[in-house]
Nanobody, 121 residues
Framework: QVQLVESGGGLVQTGGSLTLSCAASGSIFTISTMNWYRQVPGKQRELVAAIGRIGGTNYAGSVKGRFTISRDNANNTVYLQMNSLKPEDTADYYC???????????????WGQGTQVTVSS
């Protein structure tokens, strides 16, 4: 059974920083692409950042240069460092795991429970 547990959300002022963490249980972490999504009520969930099995990263245009995704394979944890936060970054943030590029014999799509980030103006 795989579990993803996010932490680190909270209330921060505009321009502030937060670091989200997602701890994964189970044996899939090192073969997974790990993703951070966010969702505002009434809107679709959007991909914020992704990191591949060997560390390649991808960011949404709205966060590029402000957010950094990283992973610690030894501790099965993925992080999202968020700097220069803006009110429009306010959302529930979700951790997601899917098979990495080249992993063809596995199929899964795991989600955490989410952590709330609120940026006050």
């Amino acid at each position: 059974q795989v579990q993803l547990v996010e932490s680190g959300g909270g209330l921060v002022q505009t321009g502030g920083s937060l670091t989200l963490s997602c701890a994964a249980s189970g044996s899939i972490f090192t073969i997974s692409t790990m993703n951070w999504y966010r969702q505002v009520p009434g809107k679709q969930r959007e991909l914020v950042a992704a990191i591949g099995r060997i560390g390649g990263t991808n960011y949404a245009g709205s966060v590029k240069g402000r957010f950094t995704i990283s992973r610690d394979n030894a501790n099965n944890t993925v992080y999202l460092q968020m700097n220069s936060l803006k009110p429009e970054d306010t959302a529930d943030y979700y951790c997601n795991a899917r098979p990495g590029v080249g992993i063809k014999d596995r199929s899964y799509d795991y989600w955490g429970q989410g952590t709330q980030v609120t940026v006050s103006s």
